[in-house]
């Protein structure tokens, strides 16, 4: 068995601290001389990473939930990754000074639009934002509760630390649902207050499910080729993960089907508003390259059973997909700024190359302060000698 101690090179680290400085530095600049293009391109890259940290906390809940044993060796790493939500919480602080540019129905005067009067009850700024500080409490305090007792099982091994991870997984499942879908509400249906789908927060989720998985895969991976999970991480443990890559990749074109085929058979206009914008000049072509490279190309490869027991393989298949989930970020909110068509902006790569470095220096110094794997987990030896 391998060390289970993280030692990371002396360039890591300090280099993805001056990718942060000087990407971050870049974004500031840009808020400063085009103040609106940086507010919907930062929070483009936010929800971008925030839709990632949310779904390893979803696995994690999952994982206590069922008392799984294949995924404790992983389990580890989806805790390091759902604990970056504390870090993601500091980083939505920029987002509090343009929120009017973003969320327009905040510039309204009341009485001005009848259609937000009517909503008014939920779209005020003050329950905006007590709404979101609840959020962003919830997301960074149930992902570091769970890694702490998971930590602490490390040290002395008792049972009634794995106990208390599913007491909180129990718990805290339902709230995790019901955060994530009010906040997909908020932060993505609020930028046109007009549109409204009933299926929105469900197929946020999917797309949140889908890239905890594929960030998983490609950090187990990456520190199985540096020697750090050798005889612990097995093909065995890649097959599981090959099949939720194909689960959730259907999935994610179901919900996505089902939302737009409603939509467009009942042909109401407030739903209709936001695929009349993404279906029509530069943006409809981004749309087909979703169905494609979201769907159908990650189906067609993941179908084989040989393709889920062959790490590159899959990593090259992870990695894919989450380029496609950045996409179809992207596809939901720059459109609300540049309605006519696709209008590349540099800081659409600055914020989130900032964003990014930035969760990839704490997260390279989160490995290095425990262990890279649940030592002393009462399931530990049942999930290395997995077979499926």
Known sequence: MTAFTFKPSRKLFPGLVAG?????????AGAYFDTKQFAFSYLFAFLYFFTICAGALFWV?????AKAEWSVVMRRQLENVAAMSGVLAILFVPLVFVAPMLWSWMAIAP???SLLEAKRPYLTPWFFWI???FYLFFFSAAATALRRLSVRQDQDGALRWSALNRKLALAGLPIFA???TFASIDWLMGLDYRWFSTIWGVYLFAGSALSGICVLTLIVTALRNAGYFEGIITLEHYHILGKLLLAFTIFWAYIAYSQYMLIWYSNIPDETVYFAVRNSGSWRSLNLILVAGHFLIPFLLLLPAAGKRMPLFLCGVAGWILAMHLVDIYVIVLPILHKSGIQISWLDVACPTAIACTLGAVFVKSLARVPLWPIRDPRLNESIRLKN
């Not at 942060?20 to 500031?28: T, Y």
């Not at 809940?61 to 939930?65: G, T």
């Open 178 to 180: 019901f955060a994530l």
């Open 61 to 65: 809940f999952v994982h206590h939930m």
């Open 131 to 133: 709404r979101t500080v």
């Open 20 to 28: 942060s400085v000087l990407s971050g530095a870049a974004v500031c």
């Open 111 to 113: 009485g001005t639009d």
